[in-house]
């Protein structure tokens, strides 16, 4: 794990998987939301539908060079285990 880098090592799906807010997940998070810039993904993030947060997971799962996880998310995932994820991957990436 690199946290200068932003990365987070998270359990998904019972392994330890890495999570990271790169720019092109930036990039991909906010075209699957429909919002332009920090702001409204700041809003748009509060309220998140399952959708959503599979968009978002994936995008984090990719950044972190998680691609076979982020190509087939439909391994059991607990939702609060995903979102807990997430907001994870946001933290490091503020650090």
Do not use: K
Request: proline share 1%; hydrophobic share 50%.
């Amino acid at each position: 794990m690199n946290g200068a880098r932003g990365e987070a090592r998270v359990r998904l799906a019972g392994e330890e998987r890495t999570l990271c807010l790169t720019l092109g997940a930036l990039a991909e998070i906010e075209t699957a939301l429909g919002v332009e810039g920090l702001g409204g993904l700041a809003d748009r993030m509060r309220r998140l539908s399952a959708r959503d947060l599979t968009a978002v997971l994936t995008a984090l799962l990719r950044g972190g060079g998680e691609t076979a996880l982020a190509g087939d998310l439909v391994v059991a995932i607990d939702p609060r285990e995903a979102a807990e994820a997430v907001a994870m991957a946001f933290t490091a990436a503020a650090e």
